[in-house]
């Protein structure tokens, strides 16, 4: 079950932008290193970007300069806008909390992930 309520995403052609909220109801939002990620059906899990309570950031290498991570830690709530969006920006996108020292995100994965239910982005050419 998710625990983690994701909103946002849609359809947009190659250019466009789209933004993605996610909120942690109930979390220690403090101790939360939280992010966006893309699962698709058979591919790996790619990182999307990450943030941490003290607001260090982490992005993929495919998205940087043109995706922005940032938290509201006031509200629980993670926000991510896409701007110049391209076809192979499509998939299915999920935020998901880490749990870490400090709330810091940190090279790799370290503990499990707290997930939401994904949403879908779809970019046309």
């Not at 893309?38 to 495919?62: F, H, L, N, Q, W």
């Amino acid at each position: 079950q998710a625990r983690l309520v994701e909103s946002g995403g849609g359809s947009v052609q190659a250019g466009g932008s789209l933004s993605l909220s996610c909120v942690a109801p109930g979390y220690s939002y403090s101790r939360y290193c939280v992010g966006w990620f893309r699962r698709d059906p058979g591919k790996e899990r790619e990182t999307v970007a990450r943030i941490g309570y003290d607001g260090g950031t982490i992005y993929g290498d495919s998205v940087e300069g043109r995706f922005t991570i940032s938290r509201d830690n006031n509200k629980n709530t993670l926000y991510l806008q896409m701007n110049n969006l391209k076809p192979e920006d499509t998939g299915l996108y999920y935020c998901a909390a880490e749990n870490t020292i400090w709330g810091r995100c940190y090279n790799g994965i370290r503990g499990n992930l707290d997930w939401g239910q994904g949403t879908q982005v779809t970019v046309s050419s």
